[in-house]
């Protein structure tokens, strides 16, 4: 009641002359010995105090706590009355019996023991003993900078079981290596713990995760943490749902091919509205209706087209002619065009392309300078089908290009980098950095030249060089025919192509073939001519423009029968050689087959300095042999589906990165986007199912971005 009255009327203005209120502070004032202080907080505190002790005291007085009290104390408990600091002592005495793990029966053990004089000397004894191992210890600890918690699991040095102190310290003594060893562990784990990865490493300590297992769960966290970032600054990632993403895709694939279909539509609409509808048979469309109703004694196609041009023109808007043809049929100031469109530049003359040039509004120029210089083809008489020898003396190099007249008069000009024909990096790797300075943009394979695709060396060892008869290598004729016998029975489905470095070489290569053929009659329809892409055997000038599933090449040249190897190469050694070379090596689609009695080698440069044969010795040296790619320089990791990391060689030492667009190498050894693509661009998912790389779903695509 004195607390509540002092609580109730403390802080009121008329607390004296309030009943309650004096008897309660008379009641303080009897039960102090001094003065009640005069703060009402004070006051009330000491009343709290006292009915805290009160309670306590009467707690003490039931019979539950009594014998609680005589379980614990024995003798010793006394109820209220109880000495208590003799109490305190004993109860901090069990706390720190229980912290160095005491056993529970050790104060029986002590209970019995009659002599405690004697046990007390000895417990004097062994504490001055522990007292000199304390201070010979505790500066070896500090020196070492050892955890105790760490190392014995506890930090009070005495509480560590001297058994076990003396079996560290003696393992310490007898591995000191080990002690270093355990300074680099501790090293390290604090530097986790500096760069917070301190929950790791104490996992990894307690052996809750294994080493190995260590990295993936770092990778793991670290990229849940870049996860959480990238949500926090791009709050619309975290809204993303991979299968709303993947039907926009699929429905802008399907878009983009309805528009492409859509176009062909309106083209085709477009040049039907244009058609001639009117003028009977009078005029330029009359003329054209004559000629088609007669059965024979046609215009000459040149007086046609000069009499009924336009109308012609307006039937077939695109000519697609030869630079003679035009000269032929087209009389100069009869018709013009909007565009022309040279094809295949680097091949054609200036003086033969100018008379097309003369008859358009604007053209466009489309060749590669890395390939075949013009040869005499348009200087040769209409149907003179002779070919020129490898001995000719034409300097193909002697003779400009309209491509290169357009480079000399710098109009814009733009690259072509997308590769598209080889499924296959290897069959592109060598041209690409020996002629393109690997600015091509090539899709690297997920085979590393296994199976049917890629580059392939075929070594000749007895290949002999004919070099004062037939010119040519008969070994190598013989086995690219039975090469090409074996294609057909086994591979019927691949369109096949052999390219020879001479002419005589081709004909060498044919005769041989005839006489399998003739003894396989089975297999003549491998040889149809009417298909699409027919097999053929060429020489290196006219192979330009061609492409084959898969191509045989016949070097041809080797050593003589007396073993001298002379370094002329036919076309090779000519200016522009190293073009042809490049013509050759690159029509391959899936496979090339090189077939050749020579090695790099066998190739001196000190004695020639022919361009054609540099590249010919650097592209000897690139096959692959015994297994070994020959594509040293460069490899790249690549997972294909169902295979180990494949080893791909033209490209970068690192691994790739699909941010988005296809890749090509750097002159820093890695790969860079090369053409940067939206995630749906169905070209791109088409060209790397054309080079073998299977569609995968995204991470996580079936449920969106995953919230860590």
Known sequence: MTHRFLATYGRSWFRFSNGDYRRAKATLRGILVDDPPKPLGRRLSILDRLIKGQQAQQTLKDLYHHQLGQSAFGSHWRGADSEWSGLRKITQWESECREANIPDNFRTIIAEVDDLVAVDALVKNIAKDLKLLFAEVQPLFKQLDLDLRQAFGTRDLRTVSLTELRSRLQAWRDDPEAVTKWIAYFTRWRRLEDHGMGPLAERLDQGVISAMESLDRFQMAYFEDLMREAFRRHPELASFDGVSHEQLLKKFRALDLERIALAKQEVALAHFQGLPTQGGDAGEVGILRREMKKKRRHLPLRKLLHQAGHAVQAVKPVFMMSPISVAQYLEPGVLDFDLLLIDEASQVRPVDSLGAVARARQMTVVGDDRQLPPTRFFSR??????????????????????????????????????????RHHSLIAVSNREFYGDRLYVVPSPFNGEGDLGLRFRHIADGVFDRGGTRTNQKEAIAIADAVMEHARLYPDKTLGVGAFSVAQRDAILDELELRRRQAVELETFFATATAEPFFVKNLENIQGDERDVILISVGYAKDSSGYMAMSFGPLN????????????????????????????????????????????????????RGRDGNRFLRLRVRAPGRSGARCPGLSSRRPDWRGGVFRRSGHRRLRPAWPLPAGDRVRRRFLSFVSFRSRPRPDSSAGARRP
């Open 381 to 422: 008489v209409v149907g003179d089908e002779s070919e020129a020898s490898e001995d000719d003396d034409f300097q193909a190099g002697d003779m400009g290009s309209i491509l290169g007249l357009c480079e000399a008069q710098n109009m814009p000009q733009k690259m072509l980098q997308w590769h598209y024909r080889s």
């Open 574 to 625: 000519n200016e522009g050689g190293e073009r042809r070379l490049n013509v050759l090596i690159t029509r391959a689609r899936e496979r090339c087959e090189v077939f050749s009695s020579i090695t790099a080698d066998d190739i001196d440069l000190n004695r020639t300095k022919a361009r054609g044969a540099q590249a010919l010795k650097t592209y000897l040296t690139r096959l692959p042999r």
